[in-house]
């Protein structure tokens, strides 16, 4: 008689599912994998304001977009798609614009200068192709979460570090006597700080790897 296989418990599949979140998140991050959207991150992270202003302006452009990219025919040739996404994105962007110039006036100068460059947004175009090969709204729309989430989560945690160092302030607050030092307010130093979380993503996804070939032995 075959032996039925042990079905996994709840807290492993809890547990399976959380790390799916995070290794969609952090480990296939498109900023610190592949580099996408860093000059956005690196040039707006001043302040946690301005990182909250652009992720936002971020997600609404790019969720309906992915949406809509589904439905789009794959016999459409690649050059017509990415004309079409910039064509969409634009269309987006008029209300990413608003919220940026009307929610958060005090940084919409900085921000506005950079709204304009999400409409031929590597991420965008990137996750557009993939939306119109799987054909599935639903799971677009939620790569279009997941893909946000990702750029913000990297987009707020330079902002709040370059903020908390360089003006001593988070979310414009003063934290007390804390004086900030305007160096972590200069390009150079953003890209230092993405460049230590992208070298901690790869190392995490170095010792995964070579943990499953051990397990795979």
């Known amino acids: 008689m075959a032996k039925k296989s042990k079905k996994p418990s709840f807290l492993h599949s809890v547990g399976n599912k959380a790390l799916g979140i995070l290794k969609k998140l952090a480990l296939e991050n498109p900023v610190l994998v592949s580099g996408l959207s860093l000059g956005p991150v690196v040039a707006i992270s001043q302040s946690l304001k301005a990182g909250v202003s652009l992720s936002v302006a971020f997600a609404i452009i790019i969720i309906p977009v992915l949406v809509f990219f589904a439905f789009v025919p794959l016999k459409f040739s690649k050059s017509v798609r990415v004309i079409l996404c910039a064509l969409l994105s634009c269309l987006f962007f008029i209300p990413a614009f608003w919220f940026a110039k009307n929610i958060f006036p005090e940084v919409s100068d900085k921000v506005g200068v950079f709204l304009p460059l999400m409409v031929v947004n590597p991420i965008i175009a990137a996750h557009s192709g993939e939306a119109v090969r799987t054909k599935k ?5 939620i ?17 709040a570090f370059r903020e908390i160092l360089g003006k001593g302030s988070i979310w414009d607050v ?3 006597s804390m004086q900030g030092n305007i160096s972590f307010l200069l390009p150079f130093m953003g890209f230092i700080i993405v460049g230590f979380l992208a070298a901690g993503v790869s190392k995490i996804n170095m010792m995964l790897g070579n943990r499953k070939k051990e397990g795979d032995k």
């Open 143 to 159: 790569d279009g979460i997941f893909t946000t989430v990702g750029f913000s989560l990297v987009m707020c945690i330079v902002s």
């Open 174 to 176: 003063p934290l007390g």
């Open 137 to 141: 709204p639903l799971a677009s729309f």
